[in-house]
């Protein structure tokens, strides 16, 4: 006869299937494992401080190997107190949850969740954290330093390094950008400047296929720009950089005469030969302040 008990744990629905001579467990719509009930070495419960709730079960495969499956549920789920309370009747025997935690998971050979919960927290948060980070640490780790001319750029002939002294003329046309944000009571207020660059002999039929990026500039700033011919910074072209739709959109409908395609490259000016140290170090920052945060944790849990 077969016994179904089924609990959830977050989202997920999850089963262990008892009959006479099997047991199913069922986690999530994926992941399934089945195996000889009377091959069950032990079984142990774990709370995670009335949290979630956890059954470890060790059995021995049919090759002889020993093996763990490990079911969540939510803490006070029906069903599975009913399948502790299946457990308890037919192999009380098997049962470790006499023994103190640290010895139970000794006798199991696991991994105390308790220990390794902080641990394993720490990674998936600075996974998470380096992958926004991606763009930043990506210009930080280029060393290289090139000198081209836009034309290179024009004809998709990019460089082995995106830190440049790019060449090329700038035109009047442009776009001003203004970002305004507020945070508990204090308002910020950003401005970016956008102005196309091209190559001496361009006309009004080619393509655009650079824009220069510049933060806020004064009416003298804006002059010197369109005086000079020459601009360091590097190219904003990994991941989610570049320009937006919006901006290529401005372009094309305030300036009729202009054509500016949807895969022009963005060339930040920040008259830097290496960029982005400011962001690497706000990458160390922020994940030194997490492992302080966590090993604290986890030398709480070791105690």
């Known amino acids: 006869m077969n016994k179904e008990f089924a609990f959830s744990y977050m989202t997920a629905k999850n089963s262990v299937t008892l009959d006479s001579y099997n047991v ?7 992941r399934k494992k089945q195996f000889p009930f009377n091959n069950i070495l032990n079984y142990y419960v774990f709370n995670n401080q009335n949290q979630y709730q956890s059954l470890f079960i060790t059995y021995t495969e049919e090759s002889g190997k020993t ?10 789920e029906q069903g599975f107190n009913d399948l502790v309370a299946e457990l308890n009747a037919r192999i009380p025997n098997k049962s470790l949850n006499h023994l103190p935690e640290k010895e139970a998971f000794a006798a199991m050979k696991v991994a105390n969740p308790k220990k390794w919960g902080a641990v394993v927290a720490f990674l998936i948060i600075f996974a998470v954290i380096t992958v926004f980070f991606i763009p930043s640490l990506t210009h930080y780790f280029d060393y290289g330093f090139e000198e081209v001319e836009v034309q290179q750029l024009n004809k998709g002939d990019l460089p082995s390094t995106r830190n440049l002294l790019l060449n090329g003329q700038p035109l009047y046309e442009n776009l001003e950008e203004t970002t305004t944000t507020t945070r508990r009571g204090s308002t910020t207020t950003t401005k970016k400047v956008y102005i196309p660059i091209v190559a001496p002999e361009w006309d009004y039929d080619s393509d655009i296929k650079v824009i220069l990026q510049f933060d806020e500039l004064s009416d003298e700033e804006y002059e010197a720009v369109m005086s000079s011919s020459e601009f360091v910074g590097t190219i904003r072209n990994v991941w989610f950089e570049g320009l937006d739709q919006d901006q290529i959109d401005f ?33 160390i920052g922020i994940n030194g302040l997490m492992l302080i945060i966590f090993l604290i944790a986890y030398f709480k849990s070791k105690k």
């Open 251 to 283: 372009f094309n409908n305030e300036y009729p005469d202009l054509k500016v395609p949807n895969d022009a490259l963005l060339f930040e000016v920040t008259n830097e030969t290496h960029n982005d140290s400011l962001m690497f170090f706000v990458w």
């Open 24 to 30: 199913l467990c069922k986690m999530g719509p994926f």
């Open 67 to 76: 093996s763990k499956v490990q079911v969540f549920s939510q803490f006070g």
